[in-house]
């Protein structure tokens, strides 16, 4: 009888094993893997078996990388900065460096009961000034190329944070942290020029081997768009509205004009009897975020009274307002196309504006537009000079026929927009600027770096646009870097994707405090290889970390230009109803109690068990007892069967080498739940086996205890040493098959007439055709009555007899 098996001796044996002798370990000799999970913020109470799953397939692979023979790379840290751990710590009344010091040291308890082989020496924090100098320095190096500069402008605003937010950071019109409706609010803000890089920020998705929705994100996000820019003059004026269109074909089409709200012409435009209603206008649009405006279903605008002209014919076109065009995208002003755009028609018929057709399908107009035509193809009518051309070939060509005549040019426009940089918060790094009336903006001097955040008492937001900082007079007022001259410092601080942008590469060099990371170790350890995330960060923290990796790779400071070579996108772990677990919504698993009654490995297996990973699937806990039967029937196989003398037969090969390149290819393909279900399958046939051979050999007993490992490390690991080894299971090489092992002796073949089978028959499976034939017709000898006129073998699946 076998000793029964207990999770906890087990689990927590080997966890203080590996504290003294680290399974991980750089021999100098292996190649490198970095495979690294997207850092936690430590904003909350803990974690949840949603972020359990994340972690779990990340040392799967870890570890399996490791059985082929590679040094890991696998590091975890803390995204302790910015809105989540403020909001947090306001939540509970405590001074953020304080909850987020708590947070991180329950969520790291948490973390090694997963029993990653995170590699803690390389532990970061973006809120230690040892990290955060290297933020800052990344910054004034922007600065001193251009890339950092300011600009007032209309920036979204959320009330509840009492700061601005990036668009990135507004979802379906709210704050995407605490669900406040945003609104827009005028303010002075640091700015980074990411539109710098939109060209190669588009063109560099071709090298990644990343999910394809994901660069599809970033594609449209970035949103390169080719057309022209083309002068409208404002009829009565010497003023000119100039209009981004990527249809210059359809300008004779053009029967209005709308403008953004905060467009600079805007209220100028308004006559006597427009004023009000355009002040109006003007106003409750400054109330709403730009996501709102570009979502509203209906279409709302005020006409000003004024016209523009068409620059191709002079005929006048009346210029409108309207929220659903904004100012910092192209111009801030569209011409009208109603007859070929869905848009511009359905606020043509609402506001009973003409609608003219210049596209045509087989050159014929259309007598009453119920709809836009919007068909690419068709031959030009009601166009001048332009009429009978194909507006797919006048599409390419009208760009340069408009910088021809003068009223316009040839351009290209992206939806992507500089990053909002600074947030009006207290909980962030400090922007190492220094305002001198005499120098103007001066960088603090890199030898002056870190610029500590001061302690504060209060630091709440104070709603008027300025950080808490600004309220501290020791510390904003200074001297110039520069001249010496009495200056204040910046009293804004950096947003919390800051420290995320880059804190990848400072894990392969998180002591070094002379370089953001050594030359030395950046060639030795980076990039990163493979990345292990949520797909929510798929234009945020992924666009700003290829961003900043291009400037850095710019200046020399690394040689490599993409962060992250593959990427996964795991799911999402929900509550009931597939709703997001949530404190508020009182639907959160925590791992804990799971891991004391079922232990680590049990919840290991069943995080990948509940489905594929890159699909979200609902939480529950019922299906871990599945799991648990499964590691108790393992243990209790294995611990059964180990010492037995027993000779390995062809079958016992065979089962062997079948799972060996079943369990290999699943996991190759991120099938990791099919992988789960794989394991039970051959523990069954295993067990079959040991029932009728009396026994299974030790080593289709080993094998299977090394592809185990990277998911059950602790169990692998006991069972390894009760198989007669002294060094790690991890020490091994993942297991090799062997085809030629895998194949059948023999297969079952149905034996059929006419297509109806008589009988199943078992054949030799590299038999011949003849062979086989033979084989078949003995078998149904007595049935074969009439004339066979036609003979039919599909190997090793079927023998048909035809017969009349």
């Not at 918060?425 to 400090?430: D, T």
């Not at 001297?479 to 919390?496: F, I, L, S």
């Not at 942008?501 to 405090?513: I, T």
Request: with cysteine.
């Amino acid at each position: 009888m076998s000793v029964p098996y207990n999770h906890k001796a087990i689990e927590s044996k080997w966890r203080k094993h590996w504290e003294e002798k680290p399974v991980n370990v750089n021999d100098g000799k292996k190649p490198k893997y970095y495979c690294l999970d997207m850092f936690p913020y430590p904003s909350g109470n803990g974690l949840h078996v949603g972020h359990w799953r994340g972690y779990v397939i990340s040392d799967v692979w870890s570890r399996y990388k490791m059985l082929q023979g590679y040094y890991l790379i696998h590091p975890m840290g803390w995204d302790a900065f910015g809105l989540p751990a403020e909001n947090y710590a306001i939540k509970t009344g405590q001074h953020p460096a304080i909850s987020t010091k708590q947070n991180v040291d329950n969520i790291k308890r948490q973390i090694n009961e997963i029993a990653s082989i995170y590699d803690w020496d390389m532990e970061v924090n973006t809120t230690d000034p040892d990290f955060y100098k290297w933020t800052q320095w990344i910054f004034v190096k922007m600065f001193k190329e251009g890339l950092a500069y300011e600009k007032e402008f209309p920036i979204n605003w959320c009330p509840s944070c009492k700061t601005g937010l990036a668009n990135e950071e507004v979802t379906n019109g709210v704050c995407e942290r605490c669900g406040t409706a945003v609104t827009k609010k005028n303010l002075r803000q640091w700015m980074l020029r990411i539109t710098k890089y939109a060209d190669r920020l588009l063109a560099d998705l071709d090298k990644l081997d990343w999910p394809e929705k994901v660069k599809k994100m970033q594609s449209d996000w970035i949103g390169k768009s080719y057309g022209a820019e083309v002068e409208f003059p404002v009829e009565g004026t010497d003023e000119k509205i100039t209009v981004y269109t990527t249809r210059p074909d359809t300008l004779y089409g053009a029967t209005f004009m709308v403008l953004a709200p905060e467009h600079a012409l805007a209220a100028g435009l308004a006559t006597e009897e427009t004023k009000e209603a355009v002040e109006k206008y003007i106003y409750d649009s400054s109330m709403k975020s730009n996501v709102d405006r570009l979502q509203d279903k209906e279409k709302t605008g005020v006409f000003t009274g004024s016209y523009a002209l068409n620059p191709l014919n002079g005929a006048k076109v009346p210029i409108w307002l309207s929220d659903y065009v904004l100012a910092d995208y192209g111009t801030g002003a569209i011409m009208c196309v109603p007859a070929h755009d869905d848009r511009d028609f359905e606020f043509a018929t609402k506001f009973n504006i003409p609608i003219i057709q210049v596209i045509a399908k087989d050159g014929k107009e259309i007598e009453h537009m119920a709809e836009a035509y919007t068909e690419a193809a068709g031959t030009m009518i009601n166009s001048g000079e332009w009429n009978g051309m194909e507006s797919s070939v006048l599409k390419k060509e009208a760009p340069m026929m408009i910088e021809e005549r003068g009223i316009g040019r040839k351009t290209v426009n992206y939806k992507l927009r500089d990053w909002v940089f600074s947030r009006q918060r207290y909980w962030g790094e400090p922007i190492p600027i220094v305002h001198c009336p005499k120098c103007g903006n001066v960088p603090v001097p890199e030898e002056d770096l870190p610029l500590r955040l001061p302690d504060v008492e209060s630091y709440e937001p104070t709603g008027t646009g300025e950080s808490p900082l600004a309220a501290i007079g020791d510390w904003v007022n200074c001297k110039c870097p520069v001249c010496g001259a009495d200056a204040k410092r910046e009293t804004n601080t950096m947003p919390q994707w800051a420290g995320s942008s880059w804190y990848f590469l400072r894990y392969v060099d998180s002591h070094n405090d002379k370089e953001l990371v050594s030359k030395e170790k950046a060639d030795k350890y980076l990039p990163v290889d493979m990345y292990i995330g949520g797909v929510e960060h798929a234009v945020l923290h992924l666009l700003y970390s290829r961003f900043y990796t291009k400037f850095l790779y710019d200046i020399g400071a690394v040689d490599f230009d993409e962060p992250f070579q593959k990427l996964f996108n795991q799911g999402m772990i929900t509550g009931k109803n597939g709703i997001k677990m949530s404190k508020s919504k009182g639907n959160v698993v925590s791992p804990d109690d799971l891991v004391r009654d079922y232990g680590c490995d049990s919840l290991r297996m069943y995080e990948l068990f509940v489905g594929p990973p890159e699909l979200d699937a609902e939480w529950d806990d019922r299906g871990i007892d599945g799991v648990y039967r499964f590691i108790t029937r393992f243990w209790k196989l294995v611990t059964e069967n180990k010492d037995k003398d027993v000779k390995p037969t062809k079958e016992m090969l065979k089962v062997r080498h079948t799972m060996v390149h079943t369990i290999t290819q699943r996991l190759e393909s991120f099938s990791l739940n099919t992988v789960v279900s794989g394991f039970m399958e051959f523990n069954n046939k295993m067990i079959e086996l040991a029932k009728r051979e009396g026994g299974i050999d030790k080593e289709t007993l080993e094998t299977a205890v090394i592809l185990l490992a990277p998911f059950t490390p602790h169990l692998s690991e006991e069972l390894w040493e009760q198989l007669g080894h002294t060094e790690s299971v991890f020490k091994n090489e993942w297991p090799k098959y062997d085809t030629e092992a895998m194949k059948d002796d023999e297969v079952q073949v149905p034996v059929q007439i006419n297509g109806k089978t008589k009988v199943v028959i078992s054949i030799p499976a590299e038999c011949s055709k003849e062979e086989a034939l033979a084989s078949g017709k003995a078998a149904i000898a007595d049935k074969l009555t009439g004339t066979v006129v036609k003979e039919i073998y599909v190997p090793k699946k079927i023998l048909n007899f035809v017969m009349k």
